[in-house]
């Protein structure tokens, strides 16, 4: 008998997770214990133990009670976004393989699962919308979609925005991603195909194979990619590596006309240096997502600034894209169990 695990959520089902599950090539008798995780919460609530995961990982938040014990015998283990802790790990003395569909993975003890030895498949689960909403906020913030929404809403009827030297059809710019994972990818299909020229920094990508996908992209070393690119469009893993990655020297090898777009995490940004920017106009604008405290507080300095557009992290926020994505992961398991390959496979 071969036992799995699946922990629901808010905003993914348990019972979705077990459908899915039994529709893994598993074995030929499986067993599925569910539990769930802050189901019952409100939005908003739920959304505070999401703020607590993505800054203290998966130990700043309880576990459901019969968990780890249950974790003894278990030969697989599905979550979206609920923790998978070192306390987890340490009974998980049977775990073969670990699936989870989410787009960070601050909810995962990643070095334990290094340690042991337990392939991670992670599953963007919203990756087609992000990956949308990007190419959404590279219009905005180049032509002042959202601004000129703002001014008329104001009662102003505005012709002359902060990038007006620059503003130019998209078609005449260079974007930049920052990052080649599932979602990088995405974005660089949609720039192909509207005839955007796309270049990239991603060391971990094998760059025959982007191409051999049919991707138009050219490679740059990281600081190329900032000092060419028109619009930099960050797509890169919140980690400690990562950590305010894109820093003030980044920023400053930005052409004056350039953007800066973060849709991944705020995290890998440096604020103060990205906020002086804007403030000195060293760069043409910025668009986020995802902002360093959430909600934005009331005296963030970026509620300032005339050349950022703001969005309150919604970018994966479809109707469809995360109920359904244990489906995603169920695709995904069965075709890394056939090949024992997967690009969703986490290099740790």
Not at 5 to 26: C, F, H, P, W
Not at 183 to 194: D, P, Q, T
Not at 297 to 312: A, F, I, S
Request: net charge negative; proline share 4%; hydrophobic share 40%.
């Amino acid at each position: 008998m071969t036992k799995v695990i699946v922990v629901g959520d808010r905003l993914v089902a348990s019972k979705t997770l077990e459908e899915a599950a039994y529709q893994m090539n598993l074995g030929d008798s499986i067993q599925v214990e569910r539990f769930e995780w802050y189901s019952d919460l409100t939005k908003e609530q739920f959304q505070e133990k999401i703020l607590l995961i993505e800054k203290g990982g998966p130990e700043a938040v309880e576990i459901p009670e019969g968990l780890v014990e249950s974790m003894r015998d278990a030969d697989y283990l599905f979550v979206h976004i609920a923790p998978i802790s070192k306390e987890m790990l340490d009974h998980a003395s049977c775990l073969k393989l670990i699936g989870t569909c989410r787009g960070g993975l601050e909810h995962v003890a990643l070095e334990e699962i290094k340690s042991r030895n337990i392939p991670l498949l992670h599953v963007i689960r919203n990756a087609e919308p992000v990956a949308d909403f990007t190419i959404g906020l590279i219009y905005a913030e180049t032509r002042n979609i959202a601004r000129g929404h703002r001014d008329v809403m104001d009662g102003k009827w505005s012709k002359s925005f902060p990038n007006d030297p620059y503003k130019t059809t998209l078609n005449h710019l260079t974007v930049g991603l920052i990052g080649l994972g599932y979602i990088g990818k995405l974005v660089a299909k949609r720039l192909n195909h509207l005839g955007i020229s796309v270049i990239a920094y991603d060391p971990f990508i094998d760059q025959e194979k982007i191409r051999q996908e049919g991707l138009a992209i050219e490679f740059r070393g990281l600081e190329e990619t900032f000092s060419e690119a028109d619009v930099v469009s960050l797509h890169l893993r919140a980690s400690p590596e990562t950590k305010n990655l894109v820093n003030e020297q980044l920023i400053s090898l930005m052409k004056p006309s350039a953007y800066l777009i973060n849709t991944a995490r705020a995290a890998v940004l440096e604020k103060d240096a990205l906020i002086k920017a804007l403030q000195e106009k060293k760069i043409a604008g910025a668009a986020l997502d995802v902002i360093w405290k959430e909600p934005i507080q009331k005296d963030d300095p970026l509620l300032q600034l005339e050349n950022v557009t703001l969005t309150p992290h919604i970018a994966g926020d479809t109707i469809d894209a995360i109920p359904k994505s244990p489906y995603l992961l169920r695709d995904v398991i069965n075709a890394y169990l056939e090949t024992g390959i997967s690009d969703m496979l986490i290099k740790l």
